[in-house]
């Protein structure tokens, strides 16, 4: 079935530092979605990539959906310690209907 | 706008038991659909509902069901509980099936089996 690796697992940084999760997918993907949970909270939605090769920006972070529309990237630039937190990405299914998540990667921030 | 509701937040419950989990959706979303997560496996999918039908089902044992009601409250039942099934379900909602936009989680519902 479809699967959706995340790498890395986990990320220290120091405040101030660039970070970026990978995401791969075993299937084309109809979108890619990325969401943000916060320790102790739940997924909230970050933004989602439609068409091959489509880059967004929000402030200091950066979506990239690759040509393949097989992989994606999120890259945060100068990080903040209100950066914390668990970055899921999701695959929607171009053969189905449900969004496989990503195991998510795990973001540290020391100050 | 309310957000999605999820009951109850949390619970505790034995090996063998039965529990049921409720999910109230944002008005006017329609698909509903259920996810399991735990520290080692991120964020497993257990099943979507969209107009009362179940459209898709993750790899979970029968044990695991749903069902979607006519105002699109939906509610999930684990039977015959194990220490494995401790865990946050979280319910998410969508306007459409869930691979065309943005889901909308609840909080979460966390469950212990003792």
């Known amino acids: 079935g479809q699967q959706v690796m995340q790498i890395p697992q986990y990320q220290h940084v120091q405040e101030g530092e660039d970070f970026t999760t990978y995401c791969n997918s075993s299937?084309?993907?109809?979108?890619i979605q990325w969401y943000k949970q916060r320790p102790g909270g739940h997924p909230v939605f970050l933004i989602q990539l439609v068409k091959s090769g489509e880059v967004k920006k929000q402030k200091r972070l950066t979506f990239q959906f690759g040509e393949a529309k097989k992989n994606s990237s999120l890259h945060i630039t100068a990080t903040q310690t209100t950066d914390v937190g668990t970055y899921f990405c999701?695959?929607?299914?171009?053969?189905?209907?449900?969004?496989?998540f990503g195991a998510g990667t795990r973001l540290f921030v020391k100050a | 706008k309310a957000g999605v509701t999820q009951t109850p937040r949390y619970l505790i419950k034995t090996r063998g038991q039965q529990v049921t989990l409720s999910c109230s959706p944002i008005s006017g979303h329609r698909s509903v659909s259920w996810y399991q997560q735990t520290p080692g496996q991120g964020l497993q999918f257990l099943f979507e509902y969209f107009s009362e039908t179940q459209r898709n089902k993750g790899n979970f044992p029968g044990r695991f069901s749903g069902r979607q009601f006519s105002n699109s409250r939906s509610e999930m039942n684990v039977s015959t509980l194990e220490l494995g099934d401790s865990a946050l379900y979280l319910c998410?909602?969508?306007?459409?099936?869930?691979?065309?936009?943005?889901?909308?989680f609840g909080e979460g519902s966390r469950l212990t089996v003792l």
């Open positions: 999701a695959g929607g299914n171009t053969g189905g209907f449900k969004t496989i």
């Open positions: 998410a909602s969508s306007l459409s099936l869930t691979n065309t936009g943005e889901l909308f």
């Open positions: 299937t084309t993907l109809s979108n």
